[in-house]
């Protein structure tokens, strides 16, 4: 952003915002957006109080209207920004869940009217302690607010990090988050005018989650659709040039990968249109560091009122979209595969330890009232195995409970895709256009009279 | 329902419907809808197959057009629900969460075009076993239904357990379940003509959770509303006469006590009134058990279009409603602070247990390395301690870890309740009718225009 403020025309700037739209016919509402995954995990991430501070400076210089941010873990660096930016954004807000917390903060120049939280029912698993996911409740944030009378739906979110892309075996979750991630911008978003969502996706554009939260929830990527782009290559937001990132874990993509979105939509009576679209492209201008390992996106969006018009409410056309739900659901079922695997296992564990310690009680009584001649074993042996049996007793009832858990959220999933499936097909029979059709997306208008009387 | 329905008015019957809404002047929906807590817990439950039969067979021989149920914990049960009513009502629903499944599942005559599902984000503490409410990942479930091109959001849902009045711990939890499920509802059903809601609230229609719950999404009570009312005294659903209920629990209360509800609303271009409400009073007849412990609800509510008018969209005047939202944040304040001396003591546990495993391992390290003379403990009991110290710190902390989330859920719903608060007392201020004020609830509409040019 910086690296290349100074080539920004002076139309983008704040006080410029006239000028670009004076130009059009009818009057359209300028808005400019931030996104970034700030990486600032305590103790782990490299300067990153310094990136903060560096951060909080930028935003304060460039004056944008809303500032998503992921990977704000620590409430102190979220008081720190919200200390330097109160006077450029006085609204804001911190979404906490998880041991950690969502990590997930927005910062606005308008007030937010209202906020919610969705916290993701899969999230990998809490033994995967390098990996640390399930310790953050990964959620994704709404905040409401009202812009010259236009209602935004602004939602912020971090999905399940790809920590291994030939064998990603966190790719059912994720394609769980992005499904819920996709119900929830639906299921909320009916009365909002525009709708704008902001995060880390973890994901390339073309895998499957992506291609469902586009299709199903009809929201654009600013990306593709920008008038113009000045950033990385591709637009990517994980660089090699970006002096943070894993260098190995690029060398499959030289350019990088684009893992960090902005994407919006407009109910029928608006149209958004993406202006221009930037990225930073790794060290900060006059810095020896960048903002974060990864690169912050920056969006200029042009909002319109017009009249009515009919428009279709998924982004993808019915047979293409349900050929990526059912795509998706296979991705779910080998998760549900796994998970079934995986509790069976636990299972059998919890019950051989239960077993171990029947035989041993019985042993250990038996020794006591002396119907064995003499110590069946060493005491400390015995008792050292009990304990370990009681340990792995323990550990393999809550693995078995977590996977137990993570099979009915799968289930639930699939049939939630399942149904939507129905739906959509029903739609590709005999297309019914319903009054309400577009809001209620894909499914099917059909007046039931049974009990509708006069 | 079976109880009393030699007494219905013919009107009522699936086959009057027309009759009655004839007496009226402008064509009416009428809708009739079931709501029980089926109490059908496996291995513990009495008599509950027969009962689930009692109950199946029931609701083919009623004709309701929609049936909400709580407590269905096995799927197999929903199996045979489902089986024995796909004649009648051919559409359902089973959400699945938790470890045992929500227990929620939904019956309709109508085609259901959507689901979804909230998980709450607190529901008591896994080591509270006796309990288990944890173990159901208690949540409200969502289905979109269509009827003659009215769009009805159905909810459904259970709420945590009370075992104490007196002295409930889980209060803090019920109210920010309460504060969710107002919240869910608000953000989701936008688009909504009509909103319904049955469940077990486990809550006393005075608690502060329902008062919330009505206050903030405009819900209205139908034992409050019903023109006409046949059951058991104050409508109660657990009452002494049900042969299931614990009689001890009931004694403060001598009639028993109203905590399932179906509460409803509609948007502004239409009017829903509650014609009729009953309740089961114990014994099923012609049988010598009831359906569940619960009493069931029946209402018969009547929908009709009016032209449109701009009605409040809370239930409770502003100045009121900012008492019960307080109400409610201090109640989470009550939970915040218990939760943050549970999360203190679980740390002081953790620590206190590693401190004496790193003592042991010096004393063992130092008595390997001949420091000190002999064997300062005997092996046996060094080593149980040892065990004992490891068991220790894995609990604390897990526990440790469980109460941390409790904290950040319940500083969440503290600060998102001072939010709203705040957007009240704004709007208690100077008020101004917005376009959209009624449909985004309490919030103030203030344009902001200094990005908006022509």
């Known amino acids: ?93 911190y979404f906490r869940s998880g041991v950690i917390g969502s990590g997930l903060c927005i910062f606005s120049r308008f007030p937010i009217l209202d906020t919610f939280l969705y916290q993701y029912s899969l999230n990998g698993y809490p033994y995967m302690l390098q990996h640390g996911d399930w310790f953050c409740g990964k959620s994704v944030g709404l905040v409401v607010i009202k812009i010259s009378g236009i209602i935004f739906n602004i939602y912020v979110t971090h999905l399940h990090a790809e920590y291994c892309r030939e064998k990603d075996a966190y790719l059912p979750h994720r394609v769980v988050q992005a499904w819920e991630l996709a119900q929830f911008i639906r299921h909320t978003s009916k009365a909002a005018d525009v ?49 943070f990132t894993a260098k190995t874990e690029l060398l499959p993509f030289p350019p990088g990968i684009r893992i960090d979105y902005i994407l919006y939509k407009a109910a029928s009576r608006f149209a958004v249109k993406c202006e221009e679209l930037r990225t930073t492209t790794g060290t900060a201008p006059g810095k020896d560091i960048p903002y974060s390992d990864h690169e912050a ?95 792995a007793l323990l550990l393999a009832t809550v693995l078995h409970l977590f996977h137990t858990m993570e099979v009915k959220m799968l289930q639930g999933t699939e049939e939630e895709m399942r149904l939507a499936l129905r739906a959509l097909q029903d739609r590709l029979g005999p297309p019914e256009p319903g009054r309400r059709a577009p809001s209620h ?14």
Chains 1, 2 share one sequence.
């Not at 554009?205 to 990306?223: C, K, M, N, Q, S």
Request: contains cysteine; positive net charge; proline residues 5%.
């Open 1 to 93: 952003m910086v690296g290349s403020s100074g080539s920004r025309s002076d139309a983008l700037k704040p006080g410029g915002t006239a000028r670009l739209a004076a130009m059009e016919e009818d009057p359209a509402l300028q808005l400019r957006v931030f996104d970034l995954n700030c990486w600032a995990i305590r103790y782990l991430s490299k300067r990153r109080q310094e990136r903060v501070q560096l951060i909080g400076d930028t935003l304060c210089q460039e004056g944008f209207d809303l500032v998503l941010l992921q990977e704000v873990w620590s409430e102190q660096d979220y008081g720190v920004l919200k200390e330097k930016l109160g006077g450029c954004y006085p609204f804001s807000h």
């Open 195 to 243: 709708v704008l969502l902001g995060g880390d996706l973890n994901m390339h554009p073309e895998d499957v989650g992506i291609r469902l939260l586009r299709g199903w929830t009809g929201l654009r990527d600013a990306f593709a659709e920008a008038k113009r782009f000045e950033g990385c290559e591709d637009g990517c937001t994980l660089v090699p040039d970006n002096c």
């Open 297 to 391: 996106v920056m969006a200029t969006l042009r909002v319109r009122r017009q009249s009515r018009t009919p428009g279709p409410a998924l982004g993808t056309a019915g047979p293409a979209l349900a050929d990526v739900v059912n795509e998706a659901r296979t991705e779910v079922r080998v998760g549900l595969h796994a998970a079934r695997r995986q509790r069976y296992s636990s299972g059998r564990m919890a019950a051989l330890a239960l077993l171990l310690l029947l035989l041993q009680a019985a042993a250990g009584l038996g020794s006591l009232a002396g119907w064995t001649a003499g110590q069946p074993f060493p005491k400390l042996s015995f008792s050292l195995l009990a304990f370990l049996a009681v340990g």
């Open 441 to 454: 997306g894909p499914f099917p208008s059909r007046p039931v009279s049974a009990s509708f009387s006069s």
